[in-house]
């Protein structure tokens, strides 16, 4: 089955490009990719998603391996209202079913 | 409209209450979603429903009855729960009911069964 390993926390100074690592050494060829995260006391916020190409948005960039079994998702100057946790997901096909198989997060903290 | 809403904000229920969370979005979604998230873990998907009509059931027990009275309104009725259902709701909705598209979030109702 599908699955996502992301390290529990990392931490970042502000100003300074993050980066956020996944594996997903377990994916196939029809999983998308999807980053969402989650600010303190609110719901999770869509963040990036994509399938094999690096993709750009106006809040970050995703970056995925040529073998697709990894990715990382940049912010290019943190600032402290990137402090979140950070879900790495697989939009995947499951007993049938499409399912968003979801990592543990990664909690990013900002220093000012 | 870009949001979600979410009512009440916090709950405190008894084992033997009946309780009722509501949601609203005015997106013209057709998609909408229920998840529970317990302290630092990741949500975990509840049901959907697509055009009003339930569509993903994902093994609920039945003391959690959802509702969807019309394409902008979500409910999740609430009946004899345990301590261990004390979580935060959080809903969803999406332009249609494939994962391929954006969710947006509510804020969530921080549920406490005593």
């Known amino acids: 089955d599908a699955k996502t390993t992301q390290p529990n926390s990392m931490e970042s100074n502000e100003e300074e490009p993050v980066h956020l690592p996944c594996n997903h050494s377990?994916?196939?060829?029809?999983?998308?990719i999807h980053w969402y995260r989650q600010l303190p006391s609110q719901g999770p916020e869509y963040v990036i998603h994509?399938?094999?190409s690096n993709v750009n948005n106006r809040m970050a960039s995703l970056a995925i391996a040529e073998d697709r079994k990894s990715s990382t998702l940049i912010l290019h100057r943190a600032t402290l209202r990137d402090a979140a946790v950070y879900y790495c997901?697989?939009?995947?096909?499951?007993?049938?079913?499409?399912?968003?198989?979801f990592g543990k997060g990664t909690k990013l903290t900002v220093n000012p | 409209d870009t949001e979600v809403t979410q009512t009440p904000k916090h709950l405190v229920m008894g084992m033997t209450n009946k309780k009722s969370l509501k949601c609203e979005q005015h997106m013209g979604h057709r998609a909408m979603y229920w998840y529970k998230q317990k302290a630092k873990k990741p949500p975990e998907l509840m049901f959907v429903y697509s055009y009003e009509k339930l569509s993903i059931n994902e093994s609920v027990p039945s003391r959690f009855s959802p509702e969807c009275p019309n394409s902008s309104l979500l409910n999740l009725h609430l009946h004899a729960l345990q301590p261990e259902d004390s979580a935060l709701y959080l809903c969803?909705?999406?332009?249609?009911?494939?994962?391929?598209?954006?969710?947006?979030f509510g804020p969530g109702t921080r549920l406490t069964v005593t």
């Open positions: 994509g399938l094999t």
């Open positions: 969803a909705s999406s332009p249609r009911d494939t994962f391929s598209y954006e969710q947006y």
């Open positions: 377990t994916i196939s060829g029809t999983d998308y």
């Open positions: 997901i697989l939009r995947a096909y499951q007993g049938g079913s499409e399912k968003l198989v």
